[in-house]
């Protein structure tokens, strides 16, 4: 009897535990639910962090990453920004533009746009570029965390 007893009491008090993450997440404890919901908000605050925990983490490792190799993240912004403007350029046209009634009377007018047939050419060119300043910016990167660790070591 007494074992039984202590099984259910058991089960009771497990469950009663169980259910503390959910009313903490409802956030809306009533009456005697709201010591669960203080319970469960308590054990929340211990096992998550608050919710600007990751970005200041994340600042503090940045800012060492800066001291440490000094500009390096700023080269990684400017780089960063550089193939952004490549993968989405502005739209660009160079026209040429004769008005109506510009040669002699009832003349239409006309307007020629001479990058429309060079596009191709252009996202070509920018494709290799793109592909060069990758390349370019590893063996950059390569050469000088090597030397940083070879001269440092």
Not at 28 to 46: A, E, H, N, Q
Not at 54 to 77: C, K, M, T
Request: glycine residues 8%.
């Amino acid at each position: 009897m007494r074992k039984k007893i202590f099984t259910v009491f058991l089960a009771v008090l497990v469950l009663a535990f169980a259910s503390v993450p959910a009313f903490a997440a409802d956030g809306s404890g009533r009456g005697v639910l709201s010591w669960f919901s203080d319970v469960g908000g308590f054990i929340r605050d211990i096992f998550v962090p608050d919710g600007n925990y990751f970005n200041n983490q994340l600042s503090l490792l940045n800012d060492h990453i800066n001291s440490r190799f000094a500009g390096l993240g700023e080269l990684y912004q400017m780089l960063d920004n550089f193939f952004k403007t490549l993968r989405n350029p502005p739209p660009i046209s160079l026209n040429l533009t004769i008005p109506t009634n510009f040669l002699f009377p009832g003349y239409r007018g006309t307007r020629v746009d001479f990058l429309t047939s060079t596009k191709p050419y252009f996202n070509l060119m920018r494709d290799i570029l793109n592909a060069a300043v990758c390349l370019l910016t590893a063996i950059v990167c390569y050469h000088k965390l090597r030397t940083f660790f070879t001269e440092e070591g």
